[in-house]
């Protein structure tokens, strides 16, 4: 779990608004890591500019909510795929163990 924390920390989403005039960027749970204002977006009203930085930064949350969720999805796909790995592996070595009493049941009956 710390590992999906750590890659959350490090995701980075983004999102734009305006026409692109207003964009910001993220972090894996939601903090602003970013906002860049084209010179252009100074132009707007100035609660048009408001509306606009807050627009960028719901679709950079969206963003990073939808990313984040897949992220902390894998860990249970790499578990299953592990515990299927340690389940094979305690297949194959008691088969091993099946073979090696038949060898001996064998050895035993030729003698």
């Known amino acids: 779990m710390e590992d999906v924390l750590g890659r959350l920390g490090e995701l980075r989403a983004g999102g734009s608004a305006a026409n692109g005039l207003v964009r910001a960027e993220v972090d894996g749970v939601g903090r602003v890591v970013d906002v ?4 252009r977006a100074m132009r707007l ?3 048009e500019l408001a509306e606009a930085v807050v627009a960028a930064l719901r ?3 969206a963003a990073a909510r939808e990313r ?13 795929l592990a515990a ?3 389940a094979v592996e305690q297949v194959d070595r008691r088969m091993h163990e099946i073979v090696s009493i038949l060898d001996e049941v064998a050895r ?4």
Do not use: F, K, Y
């Open 59 to 61: 679709e950079a949350q």
């Open 84 to 86: 299927s790995v340690r």
């Open 45 to 47: 009203a100035s609660q």
């Open 68 to 80: 984040g969720a897949e992220m902390v999805a894998m860990p249970d796909r790499e578990e299953q």
């Open 108 to 111: 035993r009956a030729r003698l």
């Open 36 to 39: 860049h204002l084209d010179a």
